[in-house]
T-cell receptor, first 113, second 112 residues
């Protein structure tokens, strides 16, 4: 089954404690992306990757890191989480760059205390 | 800079009514893509449609239809004979070749 998986689905952490949210897709997609969803703000792109070892900033990259060492994986790293990073995070992938139909993961709900 | 505006924050209609969700975009690119996504109460994001900037044909898929007008930079979404299952948040999105910008979404309530 074609899918994008994210782990964990729910996470409660404390300020400053490094965390990683994993994202994996089994569709051999080139393009992957991370978004955060906040009430009243819609989805905002954090980082995206056009292919392996190619990543770039979206609209809200501050406080986040990503890597793309393999085509299928695109982890999101919060080196020192802060309460303003409390949000719902979605990973997505598509065959090609921004013009492709995106498949979204189920979301990761993060609470930073 | 790219921008997507969904001016309708929340809409409520009675079942079987038609409803149109508005989407207005801004971009300087000549090649771009427009999307609609649905987020039902369960929270997942579901792709509905993609349009590229060179294809202004309107599209109909069952009760759903989309009206793309470059002259007004709009990509509106109409649900005909709405059903309770259409209740969701709907997002319009714009992309050039790499970045993707979403609107803030329109929450649609279909009342039985």
């Amino acid at each position: 089954e074609a899918q994008v998986t994210q782990n964990p689905r729910y996470l409660i952490t404390v300020t400053g404690k490094k965390l990683t949210v994993t994202c994996s897709q089994n569709m051999n997609h080139e393009y992957m992306s991370w978004y955060r969803q906040d009430p009243g703000l819609g989805l905002r792109q954090i980082y995206y990757s056009m292919n392996v070892e190619v990543t770039d900033k979206g609209d809200v990259p501050e406080g986040y890191k990503v890597s793309r060492k393999e085509k299928r994986n695109f982890p999101l790293i919060l080196e020192s989480p802060s309460p303003n990073q409390t949000s719902l995070y979605f990973c997505a992938s598509s065959w090609t760059s921004g013009g492709g139909d995106q498949y979204f993961g189920p979301g990761t709900r993060l609470l930073v205390l | 800079a790219q921008k997507v505006t969904q001016a309708q924050t929340e809409i409520s209609v009675v079942e079987k009514e038609d409803v149109t969700l508005d989407c207005v975009y801004e971009t300087r690119d000549t090649t771009y893509y427009l999307f609609w996504y649905k987020q039902p109460p369960s929270g997942e994001l579901v792709f509905l449609i993609r349009r590229n900037s060179f294809d202004e044909q309107n599209e109909i898929s069952g009760r759903y239809s989309w009206n793309f007008q470059k002259s007004t930079s709009s990509f509106n979404f109409t649900i005909t004979a709405s059903q309770v299952v259409d209740s969701a948040v709907y997002f319009c999105a714009l992309s050039d070749r790499d970045k993707i910008i979403f609107g803030k979404g329109t929450r649609l309530h279909i009342l039985p």
